[in-house]
């Protein structure tokens, strides 16, 4: 709100690059700029001052196409389901593809791939996405984006609300798209899943980046993250104890597979059990 006594700035001296294939998490605390950093991505936003490119394309430039950029880069909000509003999962999914003006048959092929993609069943296709669940409609919505097939997906906080099983699927989708060869960028309030998930993470605090760099280097920071009001992942914490405690544990380590390897080979080793 510019010009007004509410007048608040989101960002500042904010400079990042996300390379082709990455898994990125940005992790902060309410309010810290993460939502307003990624409405940037595909140009949702334009930038008041400095620039945003995808591959090569300023997105400042009043020339610039920006439902190209969009097709480039999908945009995944916080709670997706509730945009849902076609009478079929099948409507709703090819609601985007449709506005691209392609035709019915390359249309139905982004439809049946996207629900693919997402685990949907083909009978789903002609169900109301109201009468599903709420992980089932999270997946309609991601499908929709999807099926507009991005080269880069944002995603802002996909797994909210869910329940602890619906949470793991959700974040296994998730990984399942990283490895058919989209770039992620996912904004999370978990450090245990951008710890286990992401190759590289960006922390953002009072609309700056605090920390950057892989898990393990951010996480190492963990003092520092607790004074901006984030925490590292409970394994983290565990393996931190242990080593109080006088087992032979490794620093660096966050992810349970990796504590629980260390702590099996602490007591092969005759360490303390």
Not at 141 to 154: D, F, H, N, S, Y
Not at 201 to 226: C, K, M, R, W
Request: net charge negative.
């Amino acid at each position: 709100m510019p010009g007004t006594p509410f007048e608040a700035r989101a960002l500042r001296d904010v400079s990042l690059s996300v390379a082709d294939g990455e898994f990125v998490g940005i992790i902060g605390h309410t309010g810290s700029g993460k939502s307003t950093l990624i409405s940037y991505f595909n140009g949702l936003e334009r930038a008041k001052s400095g620039v945003v490119f995808v591959n090569d394309v300023d997105l400042g430039d009043k020339d610039t196409d920006l439902i190209a950029v969009r097709r480039t880069v999908g945009l995944v909000f916080q709670y997706p389901e509730y945009q849902l509003f076609e009478e079929t999962v099948a409507k709703d999914i090819a609601f985007g593809p449709t506005n691209l003006g392609l035709d019915a048959a390359e249309v139905e092929r982004r439809v049946v791939h996207a629900m693919n993609q997402v685990g949907l069943d083909a009978s789903r296709a002609k169900k109301s996405p109201f009468d599903l669940s709420g992980g089932q409609k999270r997946r309609v919505a991601i499908a929709g984006v999807l099926a507009m097939e991005p080269q880069i997906l944002v995603l802002d906080e996909p797994a909210a609300g869910l329940d602890p099983a619906g949470r793991q699927e959700m974040l296994e989708l998730i990984e399942d798209i990283h490895r058919s060869g989209v770039t992620i960028v996912m904004v999370s309030h978990s450090m245990d899943d951008v710890g286990r998930y992401c190759d590289k993470l960006f922390v953002l605090s009072h609309g700056e980046i605090a920390y950057q760099g892989t898990p393990a280097e951010v996480f190492a920071h963990g003092d520092a993250l607790h004074a901006i009001g984030l925490d590292v992942p409970e394994c983290a914490k565990l393996a931190a104890r242990l080593r109080k405690e006088g087992f032979d544990i490794p620093e660096g380590l966050y992810r349970m597979e990796d504590v629980a390897r260390a702590i099996i080979d602490n007591i092969g080793k005759g360490g303390k059990a």
